[in-house]
C-alpha cells in the first residue's frame, strides 16, 4: 500500500540552526514527491517537488531536499532557520500516472526558539 | 490567478444539520480533491474527481458523507446528518491534470459540530 511517514511529529530548533524534516515513502515505484507547508490557521503551500532528474531541488524560502532512492527519503533540509519559518510541514506522494491522487504524512510541527 | 476558493471560511452548525462545503477549482484544473484535517488522523483524502466524474471515493467516511461536481468549476462536500465528530477542517485542492505536477489548495473551511 501506498503510504508515507513523516516520523519526527514535533521538532524545535533555534533560530539560525540548520533543520532536516525526515519523510520515507512507500510506493510501487518512483512517485511524485512533494514539502507543503501548512502555517495556522492556513492553507497548505507547495515548498518544493521532485519529479525525476537532479535529486537535490531547491525550494522556495531556502529551502531544500534530496531525494534517496535507495532509501526511499525524501528529507527537507534548511541550513538556517527563521523563526518565521515555524509551522507544519507535510511530505506527500502523487502518482506519476493512472489514478492519481496525492498521499500525505502526518506532518511534523517545527518550533523555532528565538 | 484567485487559487482555490473555499466557502465558508468557518462553520458552526448544530448535530443533526445539513452542511454543504463549497469549493471552485483554479480554471484549467480538472482534477479535484477534498481532504479532511484532524488533529487525530492527520490530511486524510475523502474523494477525488478528474474532469468531474468522482474517480476514487474510498476514503468517504460513510454514507453521511457525500460530493458533487456538477461542473469544471464547482463543487460541493455535503453532510447530511452532521455529527460532531466531523468537526475538521476541510480542504479542498486542484490540480491542472492527472500526474506531472502538484495539488493547489484552498484555504480551507473549519466545521464545527456542536
Known amino acids: 500500500a501506498q503510504s508515507v511517514t513523516q516520523p519526527d511529529i514535533h521538532i524545535t530548533v533555534s533560530e539560525g540552526a540548520s533543520l532536516e524534516l525526515r519523510c520515507n515513502y512507500s510506493?510501487?515505484?518512483?512517485?511524485?514527491l512533494f514539502w507543503y507547508v501548512q502555517s495556522p490557521g492556513q492553507g497548505l503551500q507547495l515548498l518544493l517537488k521532485?519529479?525525476?532528474?537532479?535529486?537535490l531541488v531547491q525550494g522556495i524560502k531556502g529551502f531544500e531536499a534530496e531525494f534517496k532512492r535507495s532509501q526511499s527519503s525524501f528529507n527537507l533540509r534548511k541550513p538556517s532557520v527563521h523563526w518565521s519559518d515555524a509551522a507544519e510541514y507535510f511530505c506527500?506522494?502523487?502518482?506519476?500516472?493512472?489514478?492519481?491522487?496525492?498521499?500525505f504524512g502526518t506532518g511534523t510541527r517545527l518550533k523555532v526558539l528565538a | 490567478d484567485a487559487g482555490v476558493i473555499q466557502s465558508p471560511r468557518h462553520e458552526v452548525t448544530e448535530m443533526g444539520q445539513e452542511v454543504t462545503l463549497r469549493c471552485k477549482p483554479i480554471s484549467g484544473h480538472n482534477s479535484l480533491f477534498w481532504y479532511r484535517q484532524t488533529m487525530m488522523r492527520g490530511l486524510e483524502l475523502l474523494i477525488y474527481f478528474n474532469n468531474n466524474v468522482p474517480i476514487d471515493d474510498s476514503g468517504m467516511p460513510e454514507d453521511r458523507f457525500s460530493a458533487k461536481m456538477p461542473n469544471a468549476s464547482f463543487s460541493t462536500l455535503k453532510i447530511q446528518p452532521s455529527e460532531p465528530r466531523d468537526s475538521a477542517v476541510y480542504f479542498c485542492a486542484s490540480s491542472p491534470t492527472p500526474g506531472g505536477t502538484e495539488a493547489f489548495f484552498g484555504q480551507g473551511t473549519r466545521l464545527t459540530v456542536v
Open positions: 521532485y519529479f525525476s532528474g537532479d535529486t
Open positions: 506527500a506522494v502523487g502518482a506519476p500516472s493512472g489514478t492519481y491522487k496525492y498521499i
Open positions: 510506493y510501487g515505484a518512483t512517485p511524485y
